[in-house]
């Protein structure tokens, strides 16, 4: 994957530090909203991975050079790649940018050949979806034994974290256990709730 240096980042912008589990590496965005996205980027299961700020392109519009860097440049578990612009569902409903995103769309098929697609970030600011999806991905990777999958797997109908752990006592499960099964999908629960030991959780099957 293409990769912009950091030293020709915008001088106006500072440039934001993530470290991404999922490249295993450190990623430079300009904007929390940005940031907010980046976390939803490394819980998608359909990206193999992504890099952000890849390249800087100048094209003509209206008879004047400008100049367009794409936020994220994606993989796809597929093999597909597509660029990504993150804006916020203000931003992004903000009508100058929508025409400008426009014609960028169709100037990205017709001579790149590359989509470019609008993400919009459910998690811009910090609000407890995004505070939740930060507190979690320190469980992403996170070893299960085979018991304790086993003992997450058995959650159907639902029930809260510190139920879980008292429904196990021969497993010992401990609470970061159930927070990683949160993280990796074998459990979920309301994203609109702080998780806590009296978050209610179900099995990822469980309607």
């Given at each position: 994957?293409?990769?912009?240096?950091?030293?020709?980042?915008?001088?106006?912008?500072?440039?934001?530090?993530?470290?991404?589990?999922?490249?295993?590496?450190?990623?430079?965005?300009?904007?929390?909203?940005?940031?907010?996205?980046?976390?939803?980027?490394?819980?998608?299961?359909?990206?193999?991975?992504?890099?952000?700020?890849?390249?800087?392109?100048?094209?003509?519009?209206?008879?004047?050079?400008?100049?367009?860097?794409?936020?994220?440049?994606?993989?796809?578990?597929?093999?597909?790649?597509?660029?990504?612009?993150?804006?916020?569902?203000?931003?992004?409903?903000?009508p100058s940018f929508q025409n400008k995103h426009?014609?960028?769309?169709?100037?990205?098929?017709?001579?790149?050949?590359?989509?470019?697609?609008?993400?919009?970030?459910?998690?811009?600011?910090?609000?407890?979806?995004?505070?939740?999806?930060?507190?979690?991905?320190?469980?992403?990777?996170?070893?299960?034994?085979?018991?304790?999958?086993?003992?997450?797997?058995?959650?159907?109908?639902?029930?809260?974290?510190?139920?879980?752990?008292?429904?196990?006592?021969?497993?010992?499960?401990?609470?970061n256990t159930v927070y990683a099964g949160l993280?990796?999908?074998?459990?979920?629960?309301?994203?609109?709730?702080?998780?806590?030991?009296?978050?209610?959780?179900?099995?990822?099957?469980?309607?």
């Amino acid at each position: 994957m293409p990769i912009k240096h950091k030293d020709k980042y915008s001088r106006i912008k500072p440039a934001i530090e993530f470290y991404s589990k999922k490249n295993r590496g450190q990623m430079f965005c300009e904007s929390r909203t940005e940031v907010g996205a980046l976390y939803e980027l490394e819980f998608d299961t359909t990206i193999r991975r992504y890099q952000t700020q890849p390249d800087t392109f100048s094209y003509r519009r209206n008879g004047c050079k400008r100049r367009y860097t794409p936020d994220v440049l994606c993989e796809g578990t597929d093999g597909k790649f597509w660029f990504e612009e993150i804006k916020s569902w203000r931003g992004a409903n903000a009508p100058s940018f929508q025409n400008k995103h426009h014609f960028l769309t169709e100037l990205f098929n017709d001579v790149l050949g590359v989509p470019l697609k609008l993400r919009l970030s459910t998690a811009p600011y910090n609000c407890k979806w995004r505070g939740n999806l930060a507190f979690l991905y320190r469980y992403l990777g996170y070893p299960f034994c085979d018991t304790a999958y086993s003992a997450l797997g058995s959650v159907r109908e639902p029930i809260t974290v510190q139920s879980v752990l008292d429904r196990s006592p021969g497993v010992k499960l401990s609470l970061n256990t159930v927070y990683a099964g949160l993280a990796q999908g074998l459990l979920g629960f309301d994203d609109r709730q702080k998780i806590g030991p009296w978050t209610t959780v179900w099995g990822a099957d469980h309607a």
